[in-house]
């Protein structure tokens, strides 16, 4: 089946304790991104990749880091975390072409005290 | 810049009443356009998506969604809502400025079927 997994769905950590957010794609794509979605905002990208050691910052980049060592696998790193971090996270996959879809993961709730 | 508008935070609509939800965008050139929905608990599912063609487009679980290039708009549409249509609806727009392809997405519209 193809998916997206992310890990892990719930997490709670304190202010300043460096995490990862894993991120996997069975489906061969070259473009991965991550969003976090707060009310009222909707999506916003925080990070992208085009490829294997390909990677920019999306519109809201601040406090996050990433890597593509591999084409599945795509982490995001918050090396502080900070309360304004308080989101739900999104990873997402896109086979490389205009009229393509993104293919979301469940989702990650972080809660930053 | 291209955007996308979800002048709706929320939809209220009794079970086997037409739905709809609306969004209106601003791109330069052509748009390509997609509804996705997020059920409680649950990742973004796409729905349907406009690329060209027929301004009628139809997508999953009975959803439809209608182009209007002179209007900008690409509201989603449903004849007949359930119950387990109650979600959160997301219409994105495709941005391919700075050379790469992203989704730029509305604020989302709940909606809220009752029975």
């Known amino acids: 089946e193809a998916q997206v997994t992310q890990n892990p769905r719930y997490l709670i950590t304190v202010t300043g304790k460096k995490l990862t957010v894993t991120c996997s794609q069975n489906m061969n794509h070259e473009y991965m991104s991550w969003y976090r979605q707060d009310p009222g905002l909707g999506l916003r990208q925080i990070y992208y990749?085009?490829?294997?050691?390909?990677?920019d910052k999306g519109d809201v980049p601040e406090g996050y880091k990433v890597s593509r060592k591999e084409k599945r696998n795509f982490p995001l790193i918050l090396e502080s975390p900070s309360p304004n971090q308080t989101s739900l996270y999104f990873c997402?996959?896109?086979?490389?072409?205009?009229?393509?879809?993104?293919?979301f993961g469940q989702g990650t709730r972080l809660t930053v005290v | 810049a291209q955007s996308v508008a979800q002048p709706e935070d929320q939809v209220n609509v009794a079970e086997g009443n037409p739905l709809t939800v609306k969004c209106t965008y601003s791109v330069s050139g052509n748009p390509y356009l997609f509804w996705y929905v997020q059920y409680p608990n649950r990742g973004l599912q796409f729905l349907l998506k406009?690329?060209?063609?027929?301004?009628l487009v139809k997508g999953s679980y009975g959803f439809e969604a209608e182009f209007n290039k002179s209007q900008t708009s690409f509201h989603l549409k449903k004849p007949s809502a359930l119950v387990s249509d109650s979600a959160l609806y997301f219409c994105?727009?495709?941005?391919?400025?700075?050379?790469?392809?992203?989704?730029?997405f509305g604020a989302g519209t709940r909606l809220a079927v009752h029975p």
């Open positions: 406009y690329i060209t063609g027929d301004n």
């Open positions: 997402a996959s896109t086979r490389t072409g205009e009229n393509t879809e993104a293919f």
């Open positions: 994105a727009v495709r941005d391919f400025s700075g050379g790469y392809n992203k989704l730029i």
């Open positions: 990749s085009m490829n294997v050691e390909v990677t």
